[in-house]
């Protein structure tokens, strides 16, 4: 499962901005006041507490295993009208080990028609609350003994009564069906399922829960315009009279309930082959040119990822479907991947930003996740922090370490924000809801604690140990015990106190790093203290380390060294005073670090240290510098190897005439962030010579983006030309030659403009979706308060469609916020006819944004909405 990614850069934006939380002295302190004294007294110890004050801590066990599902035979049809499911289920089970008479099964809001012995054809008696199927058998069965049950229900996903969800999985329906009624005509008829956590089980009875798992089949009969797909290999398909058509799938390996999925809809369908294995492509119809540019690198993953862990994809095919309106990022489906409608783009607009990282991670769910599952949701880290690591791998691999890094940083930015609003164990038993564990720690923290794993063992043993895990526990569940024991068995270590502290206990070091220099005894002496809060985490962890330390011209010297102090002090022998010492200098560990170097040792740590890390932290540390030493690490940061160091320079450095040749050129950097960002540089000069590199970005660089930069470098020179532009470019699909046209139309205050805003609302998304609903809420702000009116109701409508992009819904959000803050802060200075006006004017924000609140189902989105 990606949880909706594309949109977790806004939270790290967001817990990037806040501090990290203070425990207050009344949290630590009781107070009693008398009249003349204050006593003040330590909170009660345990050996003072009564005996009702203890309590268990909160532990989310695995799934008792009352029985071993074996198979499972679905036999479903649709009523699109009603929204329902027309099923037919048989499952085949035997008790796990104890003897049993009666059967529970996962049944979510069906309608019970009937329930049979399979074999007998007779009736079984049966109890149902809506939740649970609970059925007498007739009689006890042995571990030995096999069972099957027939089931005839309909199932009613859309009707449920209680809705849930996460901040990662928006919805717990199960089955979707997508504009039902055929009432939108700009959207396909499908129907989608998404089964994790347990909501598989709203649309076929089940065993929901993840240390479960079958064998399956699956007949779906559908209009014969329809295209299907399911897990595992179509067996057959088959025309009947009344114009439906039934298509068989069987998977013969088993997973989990929660991996079942089912794609419906009109589909092109692009096949590939791998090894003599069918791999697919199902994308809309428009798209089919670019299907093997959406799903790019799929044919080499599977090479890449079989390699590395020594075990070959382990299913029948690989299938990759898009979908609209989908409740999450993707889904890792065994065999049969389903992925958001964000991925689905033409080849020119993946040039700015492919699906690599996406694709990687639902692959290699199907070794860790689908092959070896987590035996419950405390667990999810062992399905995804595999995935989240498999970013890393395959961009290391296809583009190298330094795009690999790069990400990492993110990763890391992502995980150390959410901490400041919480932190829990990797391994967290103490969930309050299940959908809580799909978070920048399972995801983030447990790739990066993945990547600090491997670099304490070494690749060789990391990828045994890896095959080992996999080898022992395919086509089961695990617990984190068993994928340290892989490793220990490779390596011949005790690794516990490695999964003690990064797996077991929450959080991660905050380190302070100062450094003096002994010249009577020419030693360097490196102080380092982790100063994070023992109340939220442990005092100390243990960290090994790599310390290299630069002197003269000769090659850093390296020193493996281990902290196991709260403060501790490493002392090394030098011949003379170190130009540079250099604390974790493979940058593998997950810490916050406050490194006091002085600006000579970061301007030698940019041309001498070999990592990506070690370049961008030495340019971010120098950017604000006046100094000659300094200026050198930005002009050489321009110019870097690494495209991400060009940009960010580029970002960070002034407009200034000494640098406008060096802009000037990056116009045809290799990258298309780059390339933007240059012409950005070019059009904040405002000089006119610019303006046919801005026309030749328009009209010839395939990359969108940058051709939206060029359209806005040729409005800040020339508006003219630019409306030209604007007005032959308004029929554009992609979202940031849309924003950028936005900026122009809200800067010629016209307001027949607003028919535009509307019409291309829903192709903007990520930060242009934001820009966008600004500019839209601006244009009629200044225009009359009938504009605004109409734009406050398409805002509104927007944000609570819950079908909409987060981004659009969080930008449309935001714009209103925002046009409440101008009144409010207008009200200070306002007359009192205004002031009436204004209050008005503020109350009714009020009213819609309180009414947007209710209605988000995106936790993510709900946090964000706590501070407006």
């Not at 025309?239 to 991996?259: C, E, F, I, V």
């Not at 994928?483 to 516990?496: H, K």
């Not at 077991?504 to 790093?513: A, F, K, N, Q």
């Not at 010297?557 to 490493?570: G, L, P, S």
Request: proline share 4%; charged share 25%.
């Amino acid at each position: 499962m990606n949880k909706s990614l594309y949109f977790v850069a806004i939270i790290s934006l967001l817990f990037a901005a806040c501090k990290s939380k203070k425990i207050p002295l009344e949290a630590t302190l009781s107070e009693e006041r008398n009249l003349d004294t204050l006593v003040i007294s330590a909170p009660k110890t345990d050996s003072q507490k009564a005996p009702e004050d203890f309590e268990l801590p909160v532990y989310n066990a695995e799934a008792t295993k009352m029985y071993d599902l074996l198979h499972t035979k679905l036999d479903v049809r649709f009523d699109w009208e009603k929204q329902r499911v027309i099923g037919k289920a048989t499952l085949r089970l035997k008790p796990y080990f104890y003897a049993n008479r009666f059967l529970e099964l996962d049944a979510k809001n069906f309608d019970i028609n009937s329930v049979l012995d399979a074999k007998s054809k007779s009736p079984l008696q049966y109890e149902y609350d809506g939740y649970k199927l609970k059925i007498d058998l007739g009689r006890e069965y042995t571990k030995d003994q096999e069972l099957e049950v027939f089931v005839d229900y309909v199932a009613k996903p859309a009707e449920r009564n209680e809705k849930g969800g996460s901040a990662a999985i928006t919805s717990d329906q199960g089955l979707f069906f997508i504009n039902h009624d055929n009432s939108d005509p700009t959207k396909p008829m499908q129907i989608w399922t998404q089964g994790e956590t347990e909501s598989n089980s709203r649309w076929f009875p089940t065993i929901d829960k993840p240390n479960e798992r079958c064998t399956q089949e699956l007949y779906i009969t559908v209009q014969d315009k329809y295209k299907t797909l399911s897990n595992g290999i179509k067996q057959s398909s088959t025309k009947n009279s009344d114009g439906t058509r039934t298509d068989y799938w069987k998977m013969d390996l088993p997973h989990a309930p929660y991996l079942f999925m089912i794609g419906v809809g009109e589909f092109a369908v692009v096949e590939d082959k791998w090894n003599d294995m069918v791999v697919d492509y199902y994308v809309e119809p428009d798209y089919e040119e670019d299907a093997r540019a959406i799903f790019a690198n799929t044919l080499e993953m599977l090479d890449f990822f079989s390699e590395k862990t020594g075990y070959k994809y382990p299913w029948p095919k690989y299938s990759q479907i898009v979908v609209r309106d989908y409740v999450s990022g993707a889904m890792e489906n065994t065999s049969a991947v389903i992925f958001g409608e964000f991925v689905q783009r033409h080849a020119n607009e993946l040039i700015d930003d492919n699906n690599d990282k996406i694709v990687a991670h639902e692959m290699f769910h199907h070794w860790f996740g689908d092959l070896v599952t987590c035996e419950s949701w405390a667990n999810l880290t062992l399905n995804e922090g595999f995935a989240n690591y498999s970013e890393y791998l395959w961009l290391e691999h296809k583009y190298g370490k330094d795009e690999a890094d790069y990400h990492r940083l993110t990763e890391m930015n992502g995980y150390i924000g959410e901490s400041r609003q919480k932190i829990h164990p990797l391994i967290h038993f103490g969930y309050n809801d299940k959908e809580d564990m799909f978070d920048a720690h399972s995801y983030n923290k447990g790739g990066l604690v993945l990547h600090m794993l491997r670099n304490q063992i070494g690749d060789d043993a990391f990828w045994a140990g890896l095959n080992k895990y996999l080898m022992d526990n395919q086509y089961s569940d695990v617990e984190v015990d068993e994928l340290r024991m892989a490793f220990e068995d490779v390596t011949g270590q005790d690794l516990n106190w490695f999964f003690n502290q990064w797996y077991l206990e929450p959080g991660h070091p905050d380190v302070t790093i100062d450094y003096s220099y002994d010249e009577e005894n020419k030693q360097i002496n490196v102080m380092m203290e982790q100063i994070q809060n023992p109340d939220r985490m442990p005092a100390i962890f243990e960290m090994p380390l790599a310390i290299d330390v630069y002197v003269g011209k000769a090659s850093p010297r390296r020193y493996d060294v281990r902290m196991t102090e709260r403060k501790q002090t490493f002392t090394f022998d030098v011949t003379e005073q170190p130009q540079l010492v250099n604390v974790d200098a493979d940058r593998v560990l997950l810490w916050e670090v406050k490194d006091n170097k002085t600006e000579d040792q970061y301007v030698f740590q940019y041309f001498n240290a070999p990592q990506f890390m070690d370049r961008y932290e030495a340019m971010i540390a120098l950017k604000d510098s006046p100094s000659e030493s300094a200026q050198s690490v930005m002009r050489a940061a321009l110019n870097d190897k690494f495209w991400a160091i060009r940009g960010a320079a580029l970002n960070v450095s002034p407009v200034s005439a000494g640098l406008m040749p060096t802009y000037a050129k990056m116009v045809d950097d290799k990258h298309s962030e780059v390339r933007a960002a240059a012409l950005g540089k070019l059009a904040e000069s405002g000089d006119s010579s610019y303006l046919p590199a801005m026309k030749k970005a328009l009209e010839n660089d395939p990359s969108p983006m940058v051709q939206a930069s060029g359209l806005m470098g040729v409005a800040a020179i020339d508006k003219a030309a630019a409306a030209d532009y604007a007005t032959k470019l308004e029929k554009s699909e992609n979202g940031s030659i849309i924003a950028a046209i936005s900026e122009i139309y809200t800067e010629s205050g016209d307001p027949s403009k607003m028919e535009f805003f509307e019409k291309n609302a829903s192709k903007t998304d990520g930060y242009d979706a934001i820009s966008f609903m600004a500019n839209y809420l601006f244009l009629a702000v200044n225009d009359s308060d009938p504009s605004i009116g109409r734009a406050l109701s398409f805002l509104k409508e927007m944000a609570v469609d819950q079908a909409q992009s987060p981004w659009r819904r969080y930008g449309a959000t935001k714009a209103m916020a925002d046009l409440r803050t101008e009144y409010q802060g207008a009200l200070a200075s306002a007359n009192d006819l205004d002031r009436n006006r204004y209050t008005q004017k503020v109350n009714q924000l009020n009213e819609i944004i309180n009414m947007i609140k209710e209605k988000e189902s995106n936790g993510q989105l709900k946090q964000i909405y706590q501070q407006l």
